[in-house]
């Protein structure tokens, strides 16, 4: 069952990654400098998949209370933005710093969720960033916040240390609600 897990979790974060490099790709069809780019990026990518240790576990977390921690950052880091005007980045980086202290304040808790709580959070920030023009309500900060926290915990251990899981995750559920609202609206 663990092997499903991951090879779910590595097929949908592979799409979203090619989506979103097909989609580079539709925005800039005649610019041969950004072609290359994207095929460097592409053969990188490919080769790292295949070339790339994968962290086992025999108890990976799978709290599905974690989606919960990013619907909380994506909704806090979006209000603080629409609200306050701070920026988006500015946002999220407020409350990505408050979610680096909760391993901190409950440190006596021997529970390893504690320690996956920050990473949600701030994978929600991501979500969170969303710009207003796209996202024009807190439902689909919500709902894209709830498929960003399952792709979370699908890839929970998968791609450890590899950078750009969070934001890729965080695009998933974004684009996922975006083509939803396209199709239905």
């Known amino acids: 069952m663990i092997k ?11 799409l979203l990654q090619l989506s979103f490099i097909t989609a580079i790709f ?3 069809l005649n610019e041969f400098s950004v072609l290359v780019f ?6 990188l990518g490919l080769f790292s998949l295949v070339k790339m240790a994968h962290e ?3 108890n990976p977390t799978k709290s599905y209370v974690l989606i919960l921690f990013v619907i909380l950052g994506a909704l806090s880091t979006f209000m603080i933005n629409l609200k306050l005007e701070t920026g988006p980045v500015v946002a999220a980086a407020f409350i990505g710093t408050i979610a680096s202290f909760t ?14 709580i920050p990473s949600a959070i701030y994978s929600g920030t991501f979500v969170g960033m969303t710009s ?7 439902w689909f900060i919500i709902i894209s916040g709830f498929i960003a926290g399952l792709l979370f915990v699908l890839a929970t251990n998968t791609f450890v240390g590899v950078g750009g899981k969070l934001g890729t995750i965080a695009f998933g559920g974004v684009a996922v609600v975006f083509i939803l609202t396209l199709i239905i609206g």
């Not at 499903?4 to 592979?14: D, H, K, M």
């Not at 391993?103 to 996956?116: A, E, G, L």
């Open 4 to 14: 499903l897990y991951r090879r779910t979790s590595r097929v949908i974060l592979v």
């Open 26 to 28: 539709y925005d800039v």
């Open 38 to 43: 994207i095929g460097i990026i592409g053969f």
């Open 56 to 58: 086992s576990h025999d």
């Open 103 to 116: 391993p901190t304040v409950f440190r006596n808790k021997s529970k390893k969720i504690i320690k996956d």
């Open 132 to 138: 207003v023009s796209i996202s024009a309500s807190y």
